[in-house]
T-cell receptor
């Protein structure tokens, strides 16, 4: 089944403890992106990747890092999480940029 | 500054009737528009899209209308079914501008549609 898989689905952590949210797609998509969804703010782009080893900042990149060493994986790294990063995170991919995005099922992160 | 606006947080309709979800945008560079549907505990799912060169696109029970002069688009669902109950997001991008760079979707805040049996 074609899908975007995120792990974990739920995560509660404490301020400053590094964490990684994994994202993997099995559709051989070139383009991948991370979004966060917050009440009253909709979905906002954090980082994106046009292809392997090509990544760049979206609208709200502060406090996040990403890497794209392989086509299928696009992990989101929070080096020192803070409470304002408590949010619902979505990974998405598409065959190429300018195609509709396929989203994962989300990761709900709580930072205390 | 919210570039994509969905002014109705919620909408309730009867099964079999038409559902009309509205979306307004402010950025005149947007030329590609999409609707996504989202169920609880799932990610958004692509529903239908429309390019700015068209004013209507239809896919089964779903039709999207685009009024460029008014910077307004709407999604019509006919007939509405209980399984259509979900949050609907309108999204837009500037494909002409993005070229070889970022393809970013700008999302509205969503409208919760409830279809009552």
């Amino acid at each position: 089944e074609a899908q975007v898989t995120q792990n974990p689905r739920y995560l509660i952590t404490v301020t400053g403890k590094k964490l990684t949210v994994t994202c993997s797609q099995n559709m051989n998509h070139e383009y991948m992106s991370w979004y966060r969804q917050d009440p009253g703010l909709g979905l906002r782009q954090i980082y994106y990747s046009m292809n392997v080893e090509v990544t760049d900042k979206g609208d709200v990149p502060e406090g996040y890092k990403v890497s794209r060493k392989e086509k299928r994986n696009f992990p989101l790294i929070l080096e020192s999480p803070s409470p304002n990063q408590t949010s619902l995170y979505f990974c998405a991919s598409s065959p190429r940029h300018n195609s509709p995005l396929h989203f994962g099922n989300g990761t709900r992160l709580t930072v205390t | 500054d919210q570039q994509v606006k969905q002014n109705s947080p919620s909408l309730s309709v009867q099964e079999g009737r038409i559902s009309i979800l509205n979306c307004d945008y402010t950025n005149s560079m947007f030329d590609y528009f999409l609707w996504y549907k989202k169920y609880p505990a799932e990610g958004p799912t692509f529903l239908i899209s429309i390019s700015s060169i068209k004013d209507k696109n239809e896919d089964g029970r779903f039709t999207v209308f685009l009024n460029k002069s008014a910077k307004h688009l709407s999604l019509h669902i006919v007939p509405s079914q209980p399984g259509d109950s979900a949050v609907y997001f309108c999204a837009a991008s500037a494909r002409r501008l993005s070229g070889g760079s970022n393809y970013k979707l700008t999302f509205g805040k969503g409208t919760l549609l409830t279809v009552n049996p």
